[in-house]
């Protein structure tokens, strides 16, 4: 089993930049992908980025050019740059793990608040 915790969330202005952390621990030799995901209250959960294991990132069209995610294999850690926030990248970010048998791990999230 993995163990993820975030770390990073707060409340910025607009234009403003925040930094996320995610460090899993447990069986990590089983991660395949990790990365984030977002929930805004109303809304259905959202990918913002993931990163596989050979370094393949995909990232959420609400994000990319804004957002930036780095992934640490040796210290199982993932990282989100966010730059040029938005209101409307207020929610509940996620950390995501998949392991490589498909079972799907979630931190406890961490929220970020964008004031306009």
């Known amino acids: 089993q993995v163990h993820l915790v975030e770390s990073g969330g707060g409340l910025v202005q607009a234009g403003g930049s925040l930094r996320l952390s995610c460090a899993a621990s447990?069986?990590?030799?089983?991660?395949?992908?990790m990365g984030w995901y977002r929930q805004a209250p109303g809304k259905q959960r959202e990918l913002v980025a993931v990163?596989?294991?050979?370094?393949?990132?995909n990232y959420g069209d609400a994000v990319k050019g804004r957002f930036t995610s780095s992934r640490d294999n040796a210290k199982n850690t993932v990282d989100l740059q966010m730059n040029s926030l938005k209101p409307e990248d207020t929610a509940v970010y996620y950390c995501?793990?998949?392991?490589?048998?498909?079972?799907?791990?979630w931190g406890q999230g961490t929220q970020v608040t964008v004031s306009s």
């Open positions: 995501y793990a998949l392991g490589q048998s498909g079972a799907i791990m």
């Open positions: 990163i596989f294991r050979e370094g393949r990132t």
């Open positions: 447990g069986s990590i030799f089983s991660i395949n992908v």
